[in-house]
């Protein structure tokens, strides 16, 4: 029974540490952000980002503009997530890949009933890995 209760114990921390972790696909990436805003983690939102701005940056300048990036997002967003009531549920549609393009057709369910679709864009970063482009 201890050996049961540890198995799921760990199982559901490995989810919720990697349910906001970086994507193979765009899909994958896509999913991601939104999950990431549905649990209103925007660090982890961030991290799905594509940023040239931080190329230069000590770790410490990355970790902190890392910071004031999610505080700016989490008071932009807070306000129109609440009026929202939350996102109950979202599908993740069609993908289009064109090179290091792509977009990723998002049909988002708020908790007050409203539903709306939107085209998500993502571009290959210089990994190799699927990123939301980030425009200051």
């Not at 660090?43 to 910071?67: C, H, Q, V």
């Not at 932009?76 to 939350?86: H, I, L, P, V």
């Amino acid at each position: 029974m201890k050996k049961l209760l540890s198995i799921s114990v760990f199982s559901f921390m490995a989810f919720f540490m990697f349910s906001c972790g970086g994507g193979s696909t765009p899909k994958a990436v896509a999913e991601q952000a939104v999950k990431c805003i549905q649990s209103q983690d925007y660090k982890g939102y961030i991290d799905l980002t594509n940023r040239n701005d931080i190329e230069n940056m000590t770790s410490e300048e990355k970790e902190k503009s890392k910071e004031q990036l999610a505080l700016l997002l989490e008071d932009k967003g807070k306000k129109e997530y609440d009026r929202k009531q939350g996102i109950k549920d979202y599908e993740i549609n069609d993908e289009t890949i064109d090179g290091d393009k792509a977009t990723v057709k998002v049909k988002i369910i708020y908790g007050n009933g409203e539903e709306k679709e939107e085209t998500m864009s993502l571009v290959k970063n210089k990994d190799g890995k699927w990123r939301i482009p980030l425009n200051k």
